[in-house]
């Protein structure tokens, strides 16, 4: 099913990016201490922010605990930066539509 001219946003910011700069520096909270608070590696934490790895769940949900934030706000802000990434690349995946075959006859 299509969707609607518009709809998505074309370029959805990485949930890694929003996190660095409306919490961690609204809060000016540094890396080491936001890993330490949610219970996670620092390099765990700054790949997230850095860009370098996706936003699971599991984090998703540690950051919901630890400052307030919706779990299914972050994890749709993934979704939708995951299928803008997808979207870019499309034209590298050859893949044709599906042609069911023709019935055959089963004649008695």
Known sequence: MAEAPGI????????????KHEVLEELQISVTEAA???GVTRPAL????NERSSLS???ALRFEKAFGL????????????DIAEARRHEGDIHVLPYKAP???NAAK
């Open 8 to 19: 998505r946003m074309k370029n959805p910011a990485h949930p890694g990016d929003f996190l």
């Open 57 to 59: 769940p599991e984090m």
């Open 70 to 81: 919706s779990m299914d706000t972050l994890m749709r802000m993934q979704s939708s930066f």
């Open 46 to 49: 700054s790949a997230l922010l």
């Open 36 to 38: 330490r608070v949610l």
């Open 102 to 104: 023709p019935p055959v």
